[in-house]
Nanobody, 123 residues
Framework: QVQLVESGGGLVQAGGSLRLSCTAS????????MGWYRQAPGKQRELVAT???????DYADSVKERFTISGDIAKKMVVLQMNSLKPEDTAAYYC?????????????????WGQGTQVTVSS
């Protein structure tokens, strides 16, 4: 079974920085992408940033100027550097790894999730 291990969450003041890391293990197959999603209480889970195996990067507009994703998808590792943190960034952050499978004549995503790491930004 795939296991995604996250680290780096914590409590930080507004304007500060945190670095989240994620490593996946337990699978011999490759991932099409890895990235980060976040979920605040009472809100939907939303994309933060993803990185494909060909190094195509996608950011949410709200973090594009402040966060940087990096890593090596082939090695199943990804890092999220978060700078200029705001209270609105407070959420549980989840590492995501995605592979694609051909089902019923089309590709569909299969997602794996980490346990989540809490990021709290105080004002």
């Amino acid at each position: 079974q795939v296991q995604l291990v996250e680290s780096g969450g914590g409590l930080v003041q507004a304007g500060g920085s945190l670095r989240l890391s994620c490593t996946a293990s337990g699978s011999s197959f490759s991932f099409a992408s890895m990235g980060w999603y976040r979920q605040a209480p009472g809100k939907q889970r939303e994309l933060v940033a993803t990185m494909s195996s060909s190094n195509i990067i996608d950011y949410a507009d709200s973090v594009k100027e402040r966060f940087t994703i990096s890593g090596d998808i082939a090695k199943k590792m990804v890092v999220l550097q978060m700078n200029s943190l705001k209270p609105e960034d407070t959420a549980a952050y989840y590492c995501n790894a995605r592979r694609v499978v051909l089902t019923n004549g089309r590709f569909r995503p299969v997602d794996y999730w980490g346990q989540g790491t809490q990021v709290t930004v105080s004002s």
